[in-house]
């Protein structure tokens, strides 16, 4: 989870990433200037802010090895970026467009999670993502991306 964390913290205006058309472009969002793990109770004067949410990990029996004692695990992870109340605007649906762009764009970076140039995982799945509503409303508060990261790890370690 680290890692996702680093790189949410990433999407800053000031910094670049290739889009998908090789092209060398800023991000357009300042959203990863308050990023934390798990987080739910932002105060309104520390929004926007980003939640990232580790969900239950599963095994895919299809990918793991008895015989190498290794298993394929697959771990949801939610991306959840809440707004300010006082950025409810018009513009609400293009702040939503952005910051969707900026937290793909971020992930398409290393869809493996590589550290000190090895993969740590074998790939990135998109599940879904969108606006995220008030209860009971249309008003937009913030967004939320799912996704699927696949990785090996040996049978019963938690320490990788």
């Given at each position: 989870?680290?890692?996702?964390v680093?790189?949410?913290?990433?999407?800053?205006?000031?910094?670049?990433?290739?889009?998908?058309?090789?092209?060398?472009?800023?991000?357009q969002?300042?959203?990863?200037?308050?990023?934390?793990e798990?987080?739910?109770?932002?105060?309104?004067n520390?929004?926007?802010a980003?939640?990232?949410?580790?969900?239950?990990?599963?095994?895919?029996?299809?990918?793991?090895?008895?015989?190498?004692?290794?298993v394929?695990?697959?771990?949801?992870?939610?991306?959840?970026?809440?707004?300010?109340?006082?950025?409810?605007?018009?513009?609400?649906?293009?702040?939503?467009?952005?910051?969707?762009?900026?937290i793909?764009a971020?992930?398409?970076?290393?869809?493996k999670?590589?550290?000190?140039g090895?993969?740590?995982?074998?790939?990135?799945?998109?599940?879904?993502?969108?606006?995220e509503?008030?209860?009971?409303?249309?008003?937009?508060?913030?967004t939320?991306?799912?996704?699927?990261?696949?990785?090996?790890?040996?049978?019963?370690?938690?320490?990788?």
């Amino acid at each position: 989870m680290t890692e996702i964390v680093a790189r949410m913290e990433t999407i800053l205006t000031t910094n670049t990433y290739v889009n998908a058309q090789g092209a060398t472009v800023n991000f357009q969002t300042d959203i990863g200037t308050r990023v934390e793990e798990g987080r739910t109770n932002w105060d309104q004067n520390e929004l926007p802010a980003i939640s990232v949410f580790q969900g239950t990990v599963t095994i895919d029996r299809e990918q793991s090895s008895d015989e190498d004692r290794v298993v394929c695990r697959v771990m949801p992870v939610m991306i959840q970026c809440t707004f300010a109340q006082s950025d409810a605007t018009a513009d609400t649906g293009t702040m939503v467009r952005k910051v969707l762009s900026d937290i793909h764009a971020a992930i398409r970076v290393d869809m493996k999670w590589s550290v000190a140039g090895v993969p740590q995982a074998l790939r990135t799945d998109e599940i879904s993502h969108g606006p995220e509503y008030k209860s009971e409303t249309y008003e937009i508060i913030g967004t939320q991306t799912a996704i699927e990261i696949r990785y090996f790890a040996p049978h019963f370690s938690m320490e990788d």
